[in-house]
């Protein structure tokens, strides 16, 4: 549902479309790091509200080239896990670039956003709060240098959010874990049950002795 201010900038047919990627992840130090790339000229700082979140934050958003390629984003009922590819720029190599964000810090399954903002042409304002297109994770990464006269770039793939959902969670079988639901130890024979010899309508060792309940 689109907020009023947005609906009436739809309606005007005069608007100007931008899109801001989000990558949070992490320096090689392991420090949280968010790295924002947008498609407009100028860098700005633009606020954005987060995937889950109620109140916008400010993000400081590169732009003049780095963000080359947004695809479509379909919007469907279900839970399929789908894939889209950003293009991003891979001939600047310094400190802030794409190339910079991918191989000089710490990107793997890092948390993706895509917003869109909308722009009052007149006034280059914006018409509100940007809205979030798209939610997932980095899926991989890869650069084609192209030959003399072709057209390289990054390529950054991500999966969106519903991909969580497929993930197991094995502690659930563990009697360590189980023990934490308030000494739970329904699984103390977890380990071994399958190793344990059970024996019924017999004495252990007299295989050959026909008994009323059976053999084992």
Do not use: C
């Not at 100007?16 to 924002?36: C, E, H, P, Q, W």
């Not at 995937?51 to 399929?80: C, F, K």
């Not at 072709?150 to 993930?167: E, K, W, Y």
């Amino acid at each position: 549902m689109y907020d009023p201010a947005t609906i009436a900038a739809l309606q005007s047919g005069a608007l100007v479309l931008r899109d801001i990627l989000t990558v949070n992840g992490k320096t090689n130090a392991g420090v949280a790091a968010s790295f924002v790339y947008w498609t407009g000229e100028d860098s700005i700082a633009v606020n954005v509200i987060p995937a889950g979140a109620t109140s916008p934050v400010s993000r400081n958003a590169v732009g003049g080239g780095t963000l080359l390629e947004v695809p479509q984003v379909v919007d469907a009922i279900g839970m399929e896990a789908r894939s889209v590819t950003f293009g991003l720029d891979h001939i600047d190599k310094s400190v802030g670039s794409p190339m910079d964000t991918v191989f000089g810090n710490n990107v793997r399954v890092a948390r993706v956003e895509l917003h869109r903002a909308i722009f009052d042409p007149a006034s280059w304002y914006l018409a509100a709060t940007p809205h979030l297109l798209f939610a997932g994770r980095v899926d991989g990464a890869a650069v084609d240098d192209a030959a003399a006269g072709g057209q390289g770039g990054l390529s950054l793939d991500a999966i969106n959010a519903v991909i969580d959902n497929t993930r197991t969670n094995p502690a659930m079988e563990s009697d360590e874990q189980q023990r934490l639901r308030e000494g739970d130890r329904i699984r103390r024979y977890g380990d071994t049950a399958a190793q344990i010899d059970r024996w019924w309508g017999q004495a252990k060792g007299s295989a050959d002795k026909q008994t009323r309940g059976g053999r084992k």
